[in-house]
């Protein structure tokens, strides 16, 4: 894990996200203090879409999920002919559904894809 600031404009406020990386499953303590959080997951992985989906129901357990912010990052950068995509669109989108008022964006560092977004 590791710890990240990063100023952003949004509605024309400046906020300043305080970003802490977290591996492994969420923590009474991470879920007192945690406003929002951002799942990522491969979408050339069936096991990392899973992970995400029982992370979920983790935190939900410790903290009702409602004031939290949540959005699921399906990432793209390893999907290529040796290694195809395993979570389609709509698998992500119904999971996203599922853990409501959750943002749902798939992005690829390598060309810049809903990087910023």
Same mark, same amino acid.
């Given at each position: 894990?590791?710890?990240?600031?990063?100023?952003?404009?949004?509605?024309?406020?400046?906020?300043?996200?305080?970003?802490?990386?977290?591996?492994?499953?969420?923590?009474?303590?991470?879920?007192?203090?945690?406003?929002?959080?951002?799942?990522?997951?491969?979408?050339? +992985?069936?096991?990392?879409?899973? /992970?995400? @989906?029982?992370?979920?129901? %983790?935190?939900? $357990?410790? *903290?009702?999920?409602?004031?939290?912010?949540?959005?699921?990052?399906?990432?793209?950068?390893?999907?290529?002919? +040796?290694?195809?995509?395993?979570? /389609?669109? @709509?698998?992500?989108?119904? %999971?996203?559904? $599922?853990? *409501?008022?959750?943002?749902?964006?798939?992005?690829?560092?390598?060309?810049?894809?809903?990087?910023?977004?």
């Amino acid at each position: 894990g590791g710890q990240f600031k990063r100023e952003v404009t949004v509605d024309g406020q400046s906020h300043l996200l305080l970003i802490r990386e977290e591996a492994g499953a969420p923590d009474a303590q991470f879920a007192s203090w945690a406003d929002a959080v951002i799942f990522v997951f491969s979408l050339e +992985s069936e096991s990392s879409f899973e /992970e995400v @989906a029982q992370l979920h129901t %983790l935190l939900s $357990d410790l *903290r009702g999920t409602s004031d939290v912010a949540l959005a699921l990052v399906g990432t793209q950068d390893k999907v290529s002919s +040796s290694s195809p995509r395993a979570v /389609e669109d @709509a698998r992500a989108r119904a %999971l996203c559904g $599922d853990m *409501r008022h959750c943002l749902y964006y798939e992005t690829c560092a390598t060309y810049g894809l809903n990087v910023d977004r």
